[in-house]
């Protein structure tokens, strides 16, 4: 008996819906062995890391916490993806609309009314972010840059810079030496409306479903379609490929600009270190996984905020690594890159022995 | 044929199939030391591909090689080469960042680990200044023009030892110049009993270059000639191969005022070499317009710098009177143009796209598929149940991926999309080529009842007879220039090939014809 590869004369939808499930099984086992190297029972483990996720009120909001920027941050990068314009600046975009939203809400309330504080914090924030994902669309169109260098190295130039303002020109002076800024009046914080859960999760799935909409029922979604899936054709066929993907990526970066805006307003309330856990590369995963679909990528990040509150859970309850959860993070994508294969091609089972038998022969598909 | 001349290669009955088509179906090659085997065929001939069995970069399907007599396996480039077999690609196999010495040894096992660059490059010079072939060993690539760059690429097999060089199209980017200097070079390079086999579809190269000319159709061998028994028009007709597949049923054009107006335009292709040369054509509603020459006359940046996807350097194109040079695609399209693009699968369809959706390609922007500002999925595909009924498109269901279909009915989808959306002009490029009968057929109607509507057609092929069954009037193209203008009607064959191998039609006509022969058209 012999496997092959044979092409599906369509695109299977089962197995776009059923590659990311089975993905996630897969790394659930994969890591499972790890644990086992550790020597702790991977299924008291992962029930632990369920119960600490889901398993109350209280922890659920927490897991909210953390899938808030990640939706917005992921939905950022679904836009870019969808272009096949790899930005990974999402952490980089986050962290400058945090850095924006922190000046607004230092240095602008004086001149403010405080009813406008908010909104003008959220709207410089969002255009800080925007700018930050525009300045390597634009390299990209006008001077054909490659964009994955340019944002994962405008990833750091961020970074630096908000360490540079809280370590430094903006550190609180009776902060103790603890690296960050004053806190924001109150104007400028994000209301919570359970734990440290806050609107940012509403903010978030009401841009989801609007971005399912305008993907899927707009004119601008479906030239994004045609640009990512075949930019030569689109212009032939008058779309204004460079256009797209700069306003495209100003809205990409305006979303992960918007969780920087959401990380400070609603959690922290002042610019400080440890404003991203990373949310922005996470990001990248939550988008694969929910193979661009807006509507899923809402839920993705739930998942993943619950791998980040779960492995802190069995950090605390099970003296693991709370790595753990990032581990799981980064399992899933292989399975899930090697089962993409699935969507176009399925697995033929072939005898050698008997070529007409083999016409005829059930096809394993996923 | 030669007898006391041993050929240096031999290939017998080679066969090279590919899922759907036949490369070469059972081809057979001599080459003789000391001689140039000119290769010549359409695009898609299967020269090429024979050429890459000879490379180690395709293994046959059936088949047998002799070197010197000897029969030989060629399973990888590394094994052609040490069989003397050298190739020159169409795209330079060079690296840019490195230097000409470096690019040469690259890939050389006999080199050791840290090569003496400085005998390497005496070796260079010795080859090159034996050749007259002016290079310097420490020059960067990128900092070489393109003949230069091809210079390398001949250096290199020679260096490699290469007694059959391989050239696929050598000339197409080179000046005129530099195309003498590779024929001085190959000269040289027979006085020494090296032989070479260069791949075209340019017959007046043929002519200079070669001693012996094999022409390939359609995978097939169908001559072997020796080139100073042969002629332009001859090899014309030889190439592109005489068997009309159907005739057209047509009324006689009736045209009427001038709706696309191309008028002393100058364009560059990519590489920045001029590719047309103060070129005007006028096409009138109602008529067919076709433009012949050999594949890379400049045909495609005429098409694109009407459907404004290429810069036009100098002159104007004026759509329905309308001044529309160098404006968007998007201006162009809105203008009433529509456009069977010569690539179809990277220019006319998203692959990955429904064929409902690539039917609504154009009319997404309007209604009734914009409805309040939104796609209508319903409408989306009402309408392309529509389209696929009327232009009878093989798909199992609208929802299928176009990349999914065959060739002829991913045109046909591009065709209904186009013909849909036509406001007047359609320009087509090579719209059948690579069609089967019955889609080809389909396609040129089409053609013809876009005329017969009023719309002004422009129809790019390589394909004599589908010009002549087709078009009204023939311009043949010729370096980016027309070579004149002939009526289909009264134009034959023989002299279309002789214009497309860049004689004007006045001469063609007094070779053709006789001195006193008056033109019809």
């Known amino acids: 008996m012999q496997l092959v590869f044979e092409k599906r004369k ?49 922890n659920f909001t927490e897991t909210l916490v953390k899938a808030t920027p990640l939706m917005l941050t992921g939905l950022g990068v679904t836009i870019a993806f969808k272009l096949r314009f790899w930005n990974i600046g999402a952490e980089g975009q986050l962290v400058f609309g945090g850095v924006a939203a922190a000046w607004v809400a230092l240095f602008w309330s004086p001149f ?29 169109t006008r001077l054909n840059v490659d964009e994955t260098l340019v944002t994962l190295m ?22 103790y030496g603890f690296p960050g800024t004053k806190l924001f009046p109150e104007a400028a914080w994000l209301p919570r409306f359970s734990g440290r859960a806050h609107v940012g999760l509403f903010i978030a799935i009401g841009i989801g479903l609007l971005l399912w909409v305008a993907m899927n029922r707009t004119k601008w979604g479906f ?47 002042r610019l400080q270190q440890g404003l991203t856990m990373g949310y922005g590369y996470t990001a990248i995963i939550v988008a694969w996984l929910s193979q661009l679909n807006p509507i899923a990528g809402l ?32 399992m899933i994508l292989f399975p899930m890159l090697a089962g993409s294969l699935f969507t176009e091609y399925r697995i033929k089972r072939i005898d050698p022995r008997n070529s007409r038998a083999a016409e005829s022969n059930e096809e394993l598909s996923v | 044929m030669e007898t006391e001349k041993k050929p240096i290669l031999e290939m017998r009955g080679i066969t090279k199939r590919f899922p759907g088509v036949v490369a070469n179906d059972h081809v057979d090659l001599e080459l003789f030391p000391g001689e140039v085997l000119a290769l010549l065929g359409e695009n898609g001939a299967g ?59 690259l890939g050389l096992t006999e080199v050791s680990m840290i090569p003496d660059m400085g005998k390497i490059s005496d070796r260079i010079r010795e080859i090159s200044s034996h ?13 070489l023009g393109v003949g230069e760059q091809q210079r390398v690429e001949i250096l290199k097999q020679i260096y490699r030892g290469a007694e059959i060089l391989i050239l696929d199209e050598p000339t197409a980017v080179l000046t005129p110049q530099e195309s003498e200097e590779l024929n001085n070079i190959l000269r040289q390079m027979t006085s020494e009993g090296k032989a070479a086999i260069f791949i ?27 080139t100073s028994e042969t002629n332009p028009q001859e090899l014309a007709r030889l190439m592109v191969g005489r068997e009309v597949l159907f005739r057209i049923d047509k009324a006689p054009a009736e045209p009427k005022d001038v709706i696309l107006e191309v008028e002393n335009v100058d364009a560059n292709d990519e590489k920045g070499m001029p590719a047309l040369k103060g070129f005007s054509l006028q096409v009138r509603q109602g008529e067919i317009v076709g433009i012949a020459g050999v594949a890379g006359n400049g045909q495609r940046e005429l098409t694109e710098v009407i459907t404004g996807l290429h810069p036009v350097l100098n002159g104007s194109i004026k759509i329905n009177g309308k001044d529309m040079t160098n404006r968007s695609p998007l201006a162009i399209i809105r203008s009433g143009v529509s456009h069977i693009p010569s690539d179809r699968i990277a220019m006319g369809v998203v692959g990955d796209m429904s064929v409902a959706n690539n039917l609504v390609m154009k009319g997404y922007r309007r209604k009734p598929i914009t409805h309040g500002g939104l796609l209508d999925p319903r409408r989306i595909l009402d309408f392309a149940r529509r389209m696929i009924d009327s232009f009878k498109i093989a798909t199992p269901t609208p929802d299928t991926h176009v990349k999914f279909l065959s060739g002829g009915n991913i045109q046909k989808t591009i065709l209904a999309r186009e013909i849909d959306s036509c406001g007047g002009v359609l320009v087509a490029a090579y719209p059948s080529r690579g069609l089967d009968v019955g889609a080809t057929e389909a396609v040129r109607n089409e053609m013809v009842r876009q005329r017969d509507k009023g719309s002004g057609v422009l129809l790019v092929s390589e394909d004599l007879d589908e010009l002549l069954s087709v078009a009204d009037r023939i311009v043949v193209m010729f370096e980016g220039q027309s070579m004149g203008e002939l009526s289909s009607a009264d134009a034959e064959v023989e002299m279309l090939g002789l214009m497309m191998s860049g004689v004007s039609k006045k001469k063609a006509e007094k070779e053709y014809y006789g001195s006193d022969h008056a033109t019809g058209v």
């Open chain 1, 112 to 140: 403010l009314p405080a009813w406008s504080l908010l909104p003008m914090v959220m709207l410089v924030g969002m255009m800080a972010g925007a700018v930050w994902a525009g300045i390597p669309a634009l390299l990209k």
């Open chain 1, 223 to 269: 030239e994004l379609n045609m640009i990512g899936k075949n930019k030569k054709a689109a212009r032939c066929l008058g779309v204004n490929v460079k256009r797209n993907i700069l306003v495209a990526l100003l809205i990409s970066g305006a979303l992960s600009g918007l969780a920087g805006v959401s990380e400070v307003t609603a959690i922290s309330h």
């Open chain 1, 299 to 330: 839920f993705v990040a739930i998942l993943m905020a619950g791998l980040l509150v779960g492995g802190d859970q069995v950090q605390m309850m099970m003296g693991l690594p709370a790595a753990m959860g990032l581990v799981l993070q980064g």
């Open chain 2, 131 to 143: 050749y007259n072939l002016k290079v310097d060993p420490s020059a960067y690539i990128w900092q």
């Open chain 2, 47 to 105: 020269k090429s591909s024979l050429m890459n069995v000879l490379a180690g970069l395709y293994r046959p399907d059936e088949g047998a090689i002799f070197i010197r007599g000897e029969k030989v396996q060629i399973d990888s480039p590394r094994d052609a080469r040490n069989l003397g077999i050298g190739m020159v690609h169409q795209n330079f196999m060079v690296v840019d960042t490195m230097t000409v010495a470096e690019n040469i040894i």
């Open chain 1, 154 to 175: 405008m990833n750091y130039i961020a970074i630096l810079f908000a360490e540079g303002l809280y370590y430094g020109a903006w550190r609180d002076p009776e902060g």
């Open chain 1, 10 to 58: 369509a695109v299977s939808r089962r197995a776009i819906v059923l590659v990311p499930i089975l993905s996630f099984i897969v790394s659930l086992i994969l890591t499972g062995f790890l644990l086992l190297a550790f020597k702790a029972n991977p299924f008291r483990t992962y029930m632990a890391m369920f119960i600490g996720a889901f398993g109350s009120w209280s």
């Open chain 2, 200 to 226: 075209t579809h340019k017959m007046e190269e043929v002519i200079a270059f070669s001693d012996w000319v094999r022409v390939l159709q359609h995978g097939k061998l169908v001559t072997v000639k020796r």
